[in-house]
Antibody, heavy 119, light 108 residues
Framework: QVQLVQSGAEVKKPGASMKVSCKASGYTFTSFGISWLRQAPGQGPEWMGWISAKNGNTKYAQKFQGRVTLTTDTSTSTAYMELRSLRSDDTAIYYC????????????WGQGTLVTVSS | SYVLTQPPSVSVAPGQTANITCGGNNVGRKSVHWYQQKPGRAPVLVVHDDSDRPSGITERFSGSNSGNTATLTISWVEAGDEADYYCQVWDSSSDSYVFGTGTKVAVL
């Protein structure tokens, strides 16, 4: 069965960087993409970006351009999301979700990683 | 940017039908996906591409999309259907996914 297992909760200081991992199993990693999304407390999901696990092509939401980097390690079927220059309003649950080799739909989601940004 | 508007809440009695709307400019020209999210859990895809159900999703969930409104219909509502529901589209103008404002379904 398809599973996406994310790294654990983090607490960060303003101005720091964070990097969340997402290990995929149960499917051929390089035949799909991974989207990253986040959900602030009491809010709906917000899409951050997408990466093709086949060739590393990326798309980023304009809001996060220049501050986020998506990468994959095909040898371990793991996707990574790095977000820099953290602010308090980056406090959220961060999710990875399987997507298509082009952006199609987020059909399986990881369990989420809570990141708290606080001084 | 593209905006998808949902009613904040829908209340429905067990056994009845819940209709959750998702309004957007010419949304009928886009593929709409629907997610169910229960408290403390990740969203779960319940309908994709307007009206298709992923494997394992009950037939009680169905969808339609035309004009400026997409609709998720939950038939024979059960207590376990209480959750937040979000619609989603890909907006080619902004090259990004857009989510609806979300609807909380309460089962009376």
């Amino acid at each position: 069965q398809v599973q996406l297992v994310q790294s654990g909760a983090e607490v960060k200081k303003p101005g720091a960087s964070m990097k969340v991992s997402c290990k995929a199993s149960g499917y051929t990693f390089t035949s799909f993409g991974i989207s990253w999304l986040r959900q602030a407390p009491g809010q709906g999901p917000e899409w951050m970006g997408w990466i093709s696990a086949k060739n590393g092509n990326t798309k980023y939401a304009q809001k996060f351009q220049g501050r986020v980097t998506l990468t994959t390690d095909t040898s371990t079927s793991t996707a990574y999301m790095e977000l820099r220059s953290l602010r308090s309003d980056d406090t959220a649950i961060y999710y990875c979700a399987r997507d298509g080799i082009v952006v199609i739909v987020n059909d399986y989601w990881g369990q989420g990683t809570l990141v708290t940004v606080s001084s | 940017s593209y905006v998808l508007t949902q009613p904040p809440s829908v209340s429905v009695a067990p056994g009845q039908t819940a209709n959750i709307t998702c309004g957007g400019n010419n949304v009928g020209r886009k593929s709409v996906h629907w997610y169910q999210q229960k408290p403390g859990r990740a969203p779960v895809l319940v309908v994709h591409d307007d009206s298709d159900r992923p494997s394992g999703i009950t037939e009680r969930f169905s969808g339609s999309n035309s004009g400026n409104t997409a609709t998720l219909t939950i038939s024979w509502v059960e207590a376990g259907d209480e959750a937040d529901y979000y619609c989603q589209v890909w907006d080619s103008s902004s090259d990004s996914y857009v989510f609806g404002t979300g609807t909380k379904v309460a089962v009376l």
